[in-house]
């Protein structure tokens, strides 16, 4: 996704935070996540620390 700043030119993000310093993340259904019961949802939300050990770990899904 694009988001356009003044003068129709892409918004630029500079520096990182640790994914683990979000209190929440949530998930599309693009990769068909789904929560730790096994049930399916629109939006998955899962910890900060959650979404950052599936980052580290190279998965596309936390559970």
Do not use: F
């Not at 310093?21 to 899962?46: F, M, P, Q």
């Amino acid at each position: 996704m694009v988001i356009s700043a003044p003068g129709d030119n892409p918004i630029e993000v500079t520096g990182r935070a640790d994914d683990a310093a979000h209190t929440w993340s949530y998930l599309n259904s693009v990769n068909d996540c789904r929560a730790k019961d096994g049930t399916k949802t629109e939006r998955l939300r899962i910890t900060g620390a959650e979404y950052a050990q599936m980052v580290r770990d190279g998965r596309t899904c936390p559970y």
